[in-house]
């Protein structure tokens, strides 16, 4: 089936156009790196996981990153307009990068239990990080789902010469899953042909499949956590 959509060119005339069936699959050959972005909320810290930051400029650097508009850390950045960014390294453990990518600052500190500093009065997280950014927000798109953020550059610090975590080695290496908030969020497709009981983690997505892990999910101990957001069996879902 053929399906149009109405947009205006720079004359403000409407142009029907057709949208093709695209493959989503084609947009995970894209590069993409691992950071934690973070600033304020009035004397709170807050912050959260992303993977699209680009360098715009290089004189006068100026970057651009994209959150979701639903994401708490959107509404307090379009606040502060100061921002910090942590560039994951690869030893970076699963369970900071599930902190922040998984759970909201509204409602969870993030910062407890993790190493950080205070920075040109903003929270900077310095542990297992190749170095951070800080730069104030100077333009912001609106982009259906997401706002594309421009920060203009303001501070720079080289923390360590260890590799940077990249999204494909969070997938392959970690096993880690892209939060449904994601911008690059391809929503996966069960399987249907499985005959082994499955359950998935409400929060992140992981699945448990009972025959891949040898042990029943129903036999596993009251305190067994999920592998990659760290919640308890109650946060899982039979599918």
């Known amino acids: 089936m053929e399906v149009f959509t109405n947009i205006y060119n720079y004359n403000y ?11 989503t699959q084609v947009f995970n050959n894209i ?3 691992m950071y934690i972005v973070t600033t304020k909320n009035n004397n709170k810290n807050v912050g959260c996981f992303i993977n699209t930051l ?19 850390t959107t509404k307090c950045l379009k606040e502060s307009k100061y921002c910090a960014i942590s560039i994951l390294e690869e030893k970076a453990p699963k369970e900071l990068i599930a902190k922040f990518g998984y759970f909201s600052s509204k409602d969870t500190d993030k910062f407890k239990d993790i190493q950080w500093e205070e920075i040109k009065k903003l929270p900077v997280v310095t542990e297992n990080i190749c170095g951070y950014i800080i730069g ?17 550059v303001e501070t720079t610090k080289q923390i360590s010469t260890n590799t940077p975590m990249t999204y494909k080695y969070y997938h392959e290496v970690l096993k880690g899953k892209t939060s449904s908030k994601a911008p690059t969020y391809i929503e996966e ?16 997505g992981y ?5 891949v892990e040898k042990i029943k999910f129903e036999d596993l101990p009251s305190d067994w956590k999920c592998p990659i957001c760290g919640v308890g069996k109650d946060k899982f879902i039979k599918i």
């Open 13 to 23: 005339d409407i142009i029907t156009i057709k949208e093709e069936k695209m493959d």
């Open 31 to 33: 590069s993409y790196g």
């Open 54 to 72: 680009s360098q715009v400029t290089s004189k006068k650097p100026v970057i651009s990153i994209t959150l979701n508009k639903d994401n708490y």
């Open 136 to 152: 104030k927000v100077i333009n912001i798109i609106d982009v259906n789902t997401h706002n594309i953020f421009i920060i203009e």
């Open 189 to 204: 497709k069960e399987e249907t042909n499985k005959t082994s009981k499955r359950y998935k983690c409400t929060i992140c």
């Open 207 to 211: 699945i448990y499949d009972d025959e």
